[in-house]
């Protein structure tokens, strides 16, 4: 649940409650995996665990036995424990860069259109007509070389 997809408040509402009714339901999967293993539920890997009740999915129907497909994906998530890992750290950061462009908030045919008219229409920028540009054409950069001090 790195960021949340819904624009609107009801549907943003509805996603998280979805995220957490999908992580209680692995957790809960994790204590009774760990309880019939003895083993504590911290200890058995979450990340695992998921993987493992999306690849037994599949198999959901093509097995008859319900009974027997839930003591099978119990018994394959205990085995998902984690090593010993001392002095592990996971410091908290941000995983996701910022993109140095806007959001894209129209269709991508009117940004098509709009590029297309900027690139064709008026063409490519010449060298020096820049505002951004340190050198304007005016000024050649052999003058600007000389009025620059000496070190």
């Known amino acids: 649940m790195d960021h949340l997809r819904c624009k609107t408040p009801h549907r943003v509402h509805n996603?998280?409650?979805?995220?957490?009714?999908?992580?209680?339901?692995?957790?809960?999967?994790?204590?009774?995996?760990?309880?019939?293993?003895?083993?504590?539920?911290?200890?058995?890997?979450?990340?695992?665990a998921l993987q493992t009740r999306m690849n037994?999915?599949?198999?959901?129907?093509?097995?008859?036995?319900?009974?027997?497909?839930?003591?099978?994906?119990?018994?394959?998530?205990a085995s998902e424990e984690i090593g010993n890992r001392p002095d592990r750290v996971e410091p908290r950061v941000k995983k996701r860069r910022p993109k140095p462009y806007d959001a894209m908030t129209k269709p991508r045919s009117e940004y098509k259109k709009a590029y297309r008219r900027r690139t064709y229409i008026k063409g490519p920028?010449?060298?020096?007509?820049?505002?951004?540009?340190?050198?304007?054409?005016?000024?050649?950069?052999?003058?600007?070389m000389q009025s620059m001090p000496n070190d």
Request: glycine fraction near 2%.
């Open 56 to 77: 037994f999915l599949a198999s959901l129907h093509v097995d008859t036995d319900l009974d027997q497909w839930c003591i099978r994906l119990l018994s394959a998530i």
């Open 125 to 144: 920028v010449p060298f020096g007509s820049d505002p951004k540009d340190p050198l304007p054409i005016s000024i050649s950069r052999s003058k600007a």
């Open 15 to 48: 996603e998280f409650y979805m995220h957490m009714l999908a992580y209680n339901l692995i957790r809960k999967t994790i204590a009774i995996a760990a309880a019939q293993r003895s083993v504590l539920p911290y200890q058995i890997s979450f990340k695992g």
